[in-house]
């Protein structure tokens, strides 16, 4: 059995599409009718996805963020280890590592925690989601930034989870982990302009000094800290690059990732005018 966590989220549907047939058991918090069977799980509780768990079974382990995070998945990992699973594929971040900033540090123990587990494994390092872009424009005909002017790589979900549909269903090979990327490295000012030409109205990019747009992620609800990090952090990446491009996704499924033009095109109707 395919166990999926996360199975709501945006990797998660699109890898409980591509796995229609296969022996499924998707999870989330809240009951889903998602055309699979469906398990009702918490890792804040880890038993309740522990338990769930049964010799050769394989592991789709992704969760967002939340307080203490790090610790329940890690809980999750070892009753994973103890259950006989055969594999687990989780979804980490670029640049994971123990004390780095925002979720890079958690993520990095969590790595670290499952590389010590013995339970053979494939660690999914994707550069920033396209899908953030339809929250950063909010259907507006602006959005802002503090990237500069810098090249930042994107990755539709989707391709995330074609990979790990592609290793949780090939024979368990070596345990990896697995840099992910998107095919391009543009600056946001040439987001903009395919946000425009794809979407068929003007749209700009503003970018905005560090702390300016901190301000501005406060007035919407984010947290400080978390919003100077955030602000830092791209201004950090926009300087030095999440820009590398790798062709890993390629590698392990057989096709090209998706394009940004192909994203927003496919994604239309979330980036439409508000209102
Ligand atoms: N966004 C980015 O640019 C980016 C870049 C690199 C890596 N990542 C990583 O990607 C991961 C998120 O991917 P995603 O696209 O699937 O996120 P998502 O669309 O936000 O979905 C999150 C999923 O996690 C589940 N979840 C949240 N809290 C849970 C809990 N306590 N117990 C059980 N399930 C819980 C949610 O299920 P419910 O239905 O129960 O809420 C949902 O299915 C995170 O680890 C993030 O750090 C993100």
Redesign the pocket.
């Known amino acids: 059995m395919i166990v999926i966590?996360?199975?709501?989220?945006?990797?998660?549907r699109a890898l409980v599409a591509r796995l229609h047939g296969q022996d499924v058991l998707a999870?989330?918090?809240?009951p889903?009718d998602m055309g699979v069977r469906h398990a009702v799980?918490?890792?804040?509780s880890p038993e309740t996805?522990g338990g769930l768990l049964s010799p050769g079974d394989r592991l789709f382990l992704?969760?967002?963020?939340?307080p203490g995070w790090a610790g329940?998945l890690n809980e999750v990992i070892d009753r994973a280890a103890k259950a006989g699973v055969a594999q687990i594929v989780s979804?980490?971040?670029?640049d994971a590592a123990p004390g780095a900033s925002l979720?890079a540090g958690p993520?990095g123990e969590i790595d670290e925690h499952l590389r010590a587990s013995g339970v053979p494994h494939a660690i999914l390092q994707?550069?920033?989601?396209m899908?953030?872009l339809i929250g950063d424009l909010r259907g507006g005909d602006r959005f802002h930034g503090a990237w500069g002017g810098g090249g930042m790589n994107y990755i539709d979900?989707r391709d995330i989870a074609a990979v790990a549909a592609a290793l949780l269903t090939r024979p368990v090979g070596a345990s990896e982990s697995y840099l992910l990327t998107g095919p391009e490295s543009p600056t946001h000012e040439e987001i903009a302009a395919t946000m425009t030409s794809v979407l068929g109205r003007p749209i700009a990019y503003v970018d905005l000094p560090v702390p300016e747009m901190a301000a501005r992620l406060a007035g919407q609800g984010v947290p400080e800290p978390f919003a100077t990090e955030l602000a830092t952090a791209h201004a950090t990446l926009g300087e030095t690059g999440w820009a590398e491009i790798t062709t890993t996704v390629e590698e392990v499924t057989g096709r090209p990732p998706h394009t940004l033009a192909d994203f927003l095109a496919d994604h239309a109707a979330a980036f439409a005018p508000a209102g």
Do not use: L
């Open positions: 966590t996360g199975a709501t989220g945006s990797i998660g999870v989330s918090r809240k889903a799980g918490d890792f804040t996805i992704n969760s967002s963020p939340f329940r979804v980490s971040v670029r979720s993520h994707p550069t920033g989601f899908q953030n979900a």
